[in-house]
């Protein structure tokens, strides 16, 4: 029978591999024409609200393709259950066979997610971090901040969050994880300490506004992968110095890009894909000390592609 | 850790559940808009050749939602594998949580497929079946006419594949089974023998032509389900008296029904929705002697729901 893993599994052969140069690699072949990514498939439910996303791809000659399914149930927290679940397969390129279950419960999508956000900033973000920012609460307002951690020196974090609950939890586990926590009550109060924010929510609505935004400030936006998700108002991408979007093509139809594109206070040819921005320096541009820099993470399946490779790879050792 | 079961857990379930009518109620439902199922995921590979297909959805009140990935590398016999593989994943429709794990290594997709064929049969097919044509010799050239028999006393079989070989081990195959076979020289020879056809090869070119086929024919193409497979000419569809697709939406864009469509031979008024045949009597031609029928198969995932519930649900016993 095919190898079926669990998470427990998955974690140890990941605590194994540095994966972020894995990801890194993934969006540069992504950008250069070399996966083969079809449009996300989307499963939408009203009652309870919740939505799949099955992403899946390959790279060109290379061994596997990976199918990912991660489902988002934002009232799971209220039965005790966690709002993200999923797994990964992975195929043979030539032969189609199942090669191997990955059980890992949406965690190997967590970490592929903040890592992408660590992608980001390490590109993007302004050099002195005076204090990191999180809008949201859940597991990506976590992961994200504990990845950013390996490339800053700051410890300085803001948080706000609807939930007094859960903003309290926060704040207990990121101080625990060695930050000074402080809980602020409104998303434009994290931007006005912050130069370096990062947006975690399924909002539908916009919760940070450019007015609110310092000079030299870094977004990186990843709670948005859906075309009802919103969280910066469109403007904020209209008034940006950098636009980056992980995929060009998904950020047209979903994400915070798609909704400044609609409201025609951003053009296409002022965005940024991850992979070319990483790989083509001539692209760059000089970051000075205004500068606003905003990256939109919609989630592309060359990240889900790469993390179940070398886990796979890891667990096969 | 969540429920995983293998084939032979597979087989042993299904044997124990009468399928057709939860396969027909599949299609009444999908044709009711009661069920959500997005378009198909694909997967292209050219060395091998090979395809992906990511069917997926639910239906509407249901408890559950299936992903279901299967796969067809044309070359795989050639090193002793079977070219279909692939496996199907259960859902809840509450919590997004994964149920179970189906490693049916396609054989689901095989008998919900010949299922279909069976069904299109049921209410198409000529009363008096003078002898079954066949055109292929792969897995559904052989399920197909399994299926198919339950319905009906013919036991004459026809049959047209490239390969020699395979066309001997088909014949074998079926005389087993009850039949008596004839293999031909070429599909219009099968056509001239039978009044009854059935098309199950991953073709790029026609292989039937309008004029080889009898007054009071119908066929079942189910090989052809993407956009570059064809197997029957455009001209059949456009002289066929009724024209029924598994469904409306994906039948504009791939199957047999989309290439004369396309050819303006075939205008979609005139093409029936196999639910909506099933449930509304009205809207049935009365068949003639000389009536042509096609029924183009492309493969639903509601199909893929109702199977992989079936199958749960008696596992779960």
């Given at each position: 029978?095919?190898?079926?893993?669990?998470?427990?599994?998955?974690?140890?052969?990941?605590?194994?591999?540095?994966?972020?140069?894995?990801?890194?690699?993934?969006?540069?072949?992504?950008?250069n024409n070399e996966a083969v990514v079809p449009p996300v498939g989307e499963l939408l439910f009203d009652d309870p609200p919740g939505d799949t996303h099955i992403k899946y791809g390959y790279i060109k000659g290379g061994d596997i393709y990976v199918v990912k399914i991660a489902s988002g149930f934002y009232k799971n927290p209220e039965i005790g259950l966690s709002s993200s679940s999923g797994l990964?397969?992975?195929?043979?390129?030539?032969?189609?066979?199942?090669?191997?279950?990955?059980?890992?419960?949406?965690?190997?999508?967590?970490?592929?997610?903040?890592?992408?956000?660590?992608?980001?900033?390490?590109?993007?973000?302004?050099?002195?971090?005076?204090?990191?920012?999180?809008?949201?609460?859940?597991?990506?307002?976590?992961?994200?901040?504990?990845?950013?951690?390996?490339?800053?020196?700051?410890r300085d974090l803001f948080v706000w969050g609807r939930s007094d609950g859960k903003v309290a939890a926060y704040v207990r586990d990121m101080e625990k994880a060695g930050f000074k926590v402080t809980s602020v009550d409104s998303p434009a109060l994290v931007a006005k300490n912050c130069n370096v924010i990062i947006t975690t929510t399924p909002s539908t609505i916009p919760l940070l506004f450019a007015d609110d935004i310092?000079?030299?400030?870094?977004?990186?936006?990843?709670?948005?992968?859906?075309?009802?998700?919103?969280?910066?108002?469109a403007n904020i991408l209209g008034r940006a110095d950098i636009v980056v979007g992980d995929s060009l093509s998904q950020c047209r139809e979903r994400g915070e890009i798609s909704k400044a594109l609609a409201a025609g206070l951003l053009e296409e040819k002022n965005v940024h894909e991850l992979g070319r921005f990483i790989a083509d320096k001539s692209s760059r541009k000089i970051r000075d000390n205004s500068c606003i820099s905003v990256a939109d993470l919609t989630g592309v399946a060359v990240q889900d592609i790469q993390i179940a490779a070398a886990v796979c790879q890891q667990l096969a050792k």
């Open positions: 029978m095919v190898a079926v893993y669990s998470l427990e599994d998955i974690k140890r052969a990941l605590s194994d591999v540095e994966m972020t140069p894995h990801i890194e690699q993934g969006f540069v072949a992504y950008s990964m397969l992975v195929f043979s390129q030539k032969t189609g066979a199942l090669q191997a279950v990955l059980l890992d419960e949406g965690y190997l999508t967590n970490v592929r997610t903040a890592i992408a956000g660590r992608i980001a900033a390490k590109y993007l973000a302004p050099k002195n971090i005076q204090a990191i920012g999180v809008i949201g609460t859940g597991i990506q307002a976590r992961m994200q901040v504990e990845y950013l951690k390996e490339d800053t020196t700051c310092l000079p030299g400030t870094h977004i990186t936006a990843m709670g948005s992968d859906t075309d009802t998700k919103q969280e910066l108002d």
